[in-house]
Structure formats: structure tokens, C-alpha cells
């Protein structure tokens, strides 16, 4: 059964060591950000930081290892490619529930609104100041009335205010600018604590006619229970800790960042839209949640990596049927550098799947195609394929002028989001169709050999 909530997956998180107490009083400051480098740095475990010097608990690290990916899918590494895919191609819609929830135990509005009485951290020294990280943004298609769910970062301003950063390409962007040319204003609604599974459907690539709620539900395995907001037309997850429920006021801009992004570059401060706080409800005694971001690799980039290599691997392998796997690397920001395997089954094709992927809306810079043969997660046998497979006169070309990828800071920044432009490097590492190639030299079977054999 999947997870109900938030907590039960800390109690699972728990069982397994992979939690702990941190009962000492900690800064919000810069100190939360470092405990969590160190724990990253050795696969360590995720924080309950209890005394933070406000009333309520920060949670977190929940995603920053393999092992607690593994976790919040209830999977192993031999299923949870399948899982997922299976979750992908089985989408199950929301269930709508009504009467008091627990999200709904407090309600504050008016005056009471104050988005600081929560644990907030400043992650990285040259920040604009404390932001939350870890939440979901609810929105809707102001025309069909569509779900998106995504992940954006969002500034606290003031008790009632904060600044935040959608990109034109991304659903929340879009959503925003279609509502600005209906002259009407978009509301949406801030999810801090909830079942894992929805923060992995976040990272999901899907059109923008997907009801993401029923991407969840495939994902979970069971519907999403869902609640309507109190003050905005927005449905949320009945069991969440926090909402934050909000308004998007084009009219009121403000400085937002800098920010220590997932690329490990900050991203200069700049004027953007704000959120008007209409009202925030949560649980009784509820866990705020933190999410380092910074330099690969943290939890930001454990969170994209599982669910962006299987669409990314769905969405290829329609089109071309013997892609096998795919790698987009933790280290290239999982956006940035794509590795492919697959065998082609003619001259050409693996260019073919080069600009696909180009094409794609994760926007990778460089993009390798290789033969099953060669792990696409190892490194040396990547280099490998690059260093003797490769003629480059032949097998490497540069597209220029296409789309850049979001916080990329080798792209020229200047004028609007949507004006941003960069190339992409495609490496066709496959032997040559139709080729006589060297035999490969290793040696038979030496992969199922194990030393402890050899010792006995």
C-alpha cells in the first residue's frame, strides 16, 4: 500500500536509520544547509531539526540518497524502473473528499496570515534570503481547468508575500501567462509535507493537456485524495502538512534571489511576478520541510533523476524501438548531459535519437548515443565508447539556436526568459552500421567471477 502521508513515510524513513533527531538548537542560517552538505557527502540520513528556534519541526534530506528514493516508492533497484514505467502507463484519477481533513485543522486568514511562523532556511551565503525549496505548486489551465503539480522555488518577502521563479516553458508559466492574456489572475496553492510519490510525479515530462493528479495516482499505485482550498479555486491533498494557498500578482514585482540553483551556480536576483498569501491551513503541529539545492550532487538532483530518466526512456522508446537505457546524470545538473543506449538499426538512426532528445523539454547540452553494451551510469565505460567508437569529423555535431535550459549560467541572460537560446553537442559513440569492427577484448563471463569464489 502506498503512503497515506508525509508521516508515515518519515515512520518508514525511521525504521530503516534513515531519519534522526537533531534535538540541539540549530540556525536556520546557513546551518541547516550544512548539515545536510555533510550528510550528502556520506549518504547519510535525513534530519528532524526540533529546535530551529520556531514552534514547529524542519524535515529535512527525505530525498537525498538512492536508498530513500527507493523507500518512497516501496521498491528495490531490480523493480523500480518498472514501477514506475508501469505507474506511467496506468494512471489513476483523484478521489475528491469533502468535510473537515487534516490539512484543514488550522485555518489562518486576514491578519493571522505570517508565512515566518515556519521554519524557512537560508541555504547558500550569497542567497536573497530564506526560501522554501521543497514545495509543490497546484495550479490550473485558466481555459480547461488542468492540474499541473511542479516544484518551484519560492522567496519570502513578508508575511503575506513571496517572490517566486516559473519559467515561460514550464506549465506553472504558462498557466500564468495565459491568465494574464485572459485578464483574469491566477491562483494556486503552496504544498509543503506530502506522500513522497507526489514529489517524484513532479519530475515526470508530460504534455500539457496531463492531469498530473492521475500521474500521481499511477505512480502511488491509488488515487490522490484531494480537498478544495479554503480561499482559492485549487484542489490539494487532503493529508498535506502545510498549504499555502495564493494569488499571482502580476502588478506587485519584486527583487527575488539570488539563489544557489541545482546547476551549483547562483542565479542572479531579478524583478518577478509575487505570490499574495490569501491564506495558509496545515495539521495540527505540523512538519515544515526543507530541500538542499546547490552544487551537485543533493537531494534536488536525486529527486528529478528516477522519474526523468523513465519518461525520458518512454517517451524515446516510442519512437525508437530498441533504445534500451538512459542516463541523465546527476553531476550534469539532470538536465544537462544525456547519455543513450541503444542499437541502430541502420545508418543514421542514432542521430535521429540525438535530436530527439535535443528536442525534448529537459534540453540537455550534450547528448551521447552508445551501444547496450556500454553502461550508460559508468563513466569509464562512456569515455570508452567516446574515445575509440567516435571518428569526430563524422560522429559529433553542434545544433545551434536551440532553447536554453533553465539557470543555465553559460547562457547569455540578457532580455526576457523567453528570448534565452543555447546549442547542444550530439556524440554518436555506436560502431557503424554495416562496419567491420574489432572484436571486443574482455574477458568471457568475467562479470559473474567473484574474488570470495577465487579466495575458496
Not at 519570502?156 to 515561460?168: K, S, T
Not at 532553447?403 to 559513440?429: M, Q, R, Y
Request: aromatic letters at 8%; glycine letters at 8%.
Amino acid at each position: 500500500m502506498p503512503y497515506r502521508d508525509f508521516r508515515e513515510f518519515l515512520d518508514a524513513l525511521r525504521r530503516h536509520g534513515e531519519l534522526i533527531d537533531v534535538d540541539r538548537p540549530i540556525d536556520l542560517v546557513f546551518d541547516v544547509a550544512k548539515a545536510l552538505k555533510q550528510s550528502n557527502a556520506c549518504n547519510g540520513p535525513a534530519f528532524v531539526f526540533n529546535r530551529n528556534g520556531t514552534r514547529y519541526p524542519l524535515v529535512a534530506g527525505v530525498y537525498s540518497t538512492r536508498s530513500k528514493a527507493l523507500l518512497a516508492f516501496e521498491a528495490t533497484e531490480d523493480t523500480i524502473f518498472e514501477k514506475v514505467l508501469s505507474g506511467l502507463d496506468h494512471p489513476i484519477a483523484p478521489k475528491y473528499v469533502s468535510g473537515k481533513q487534516p490539512c484543514h485543522e488550522v485555518v489562518l486568514s486576514g491578519d493571522a496570515v505570517d508565512i515566518r511562523r515556519f521554519p524557512i532556511p537560508t541555504y547558500s551565503p550569497k542567497d536573497g534570503g530564506p526560501f522554501i525549496t521543497p514545495g509543490i505548486v497546484v495550479s490550473k489551465d485558466p481555459e480547461t481547468g488542468v492540474p499541473d503539480i511542479g516544484h518551484y522555488r519560492f522567496q519570502v518577502l513578508g508575511a503575506d508575500r513571496l517572490g517566486f521563479f516559473a519559467q515561460r516553458f514550464h506549465r506553472f508559466g504558462k498557466n500564468i501567462a495565459k491568465a494574464e492574456r485572459m485578464g483574469t489572475t491566477l491562483q494556486g496553492a503552496l504544498l509543503i509535507g506530502v506522500d513522497p510519490v507526489l514529489a517524484y510525479a513532479c519530475q515526470v515530462q508530460c504534455s500539457d493537456s496531463t492531469n498530473d493528479w492521475e500521474v500521481a495516482g499511477g505512480l502511488r499505485g491509488a488515487p490522490v485524495e484531494l480537498v478544495r482550498c479554503k480561499t482559492v479555486d485549487i484542489e490539494v491533498p487532503s493529508h498535506a502538512e502545510v498549504v499555502v494557498e495564493f494569488e499571482v500578482d502580476l502588478a506587485r514585482k519584486a527583487l527575488e534571489g539570488p539563489l544557489g540553483e541545482y546547476t551549483g551556480y547562483y542565479t542572479p536576483a531579478s524583478e518577478k511576478p509575487t505570490a499574495r498569501i490569501t491564506a495558509i491551513t496545515h495539521r495540527q503541529d505540523p512538519y515544515f520541510q526543507g530541500l538542499l539545492t546547490g552544487m551537485p550532487v543533493t537531494e534536488n538532483h536525486i529527486l528529478k533523476q528516477i522519474p526523468f530518466e523513465a519518461s525520458f526512456w518512454r517517451a524515446l522508446k516510442q519512437q525508437f524501438p530498441t533504445v534500451e537505457k538512459v542516463a541523465i546524470t546527476a553531476s550534469g545538473g539532470v538536465q544537462f548531459y544525456t547519455v543513450i543506449a541503444m542499437k541502430p538499426r541502420f545508418a543514421g538512426e542514432a542521430k535521429q535519437v540525438i535530436m530527439a532528445a535535443m528536442a525534448s523539454n529537459v534540453r540537455p547540452k550534450w547528448v551521447v548515443v552508445v551501444e547496450p553494451d556500454i553502461d550508460v551510469h559508468n563513466p569509464s565505460d562512456v569515455e570508452w565508447a567516446m574515445a575509440l567508437r567516435v571518428k569526430p569529423e563524422r560522429d559529433v555535431f553542434v545544433v545551434a539556436d536551440l532553447p536554453a535550459g533553465p539557470a543555465d549560467p553559460s547562457v547569455d541572460s540578457k532580455g526576457p526568459l523567453a528570448t534565452h537560446v543555447s546549442s547542444a553537442v550530439g556524440i554518436d559513440a555506436t560502431r557503424p552500421v554495416g562496419v567491420v569492427f574489432p572484436d571486443v577484448a574482455d574477458v568471457p563471463g568475467w562479470r559473474e567471477f567473484s574474488m570470495p569464489e577465487l579466495a575458496r
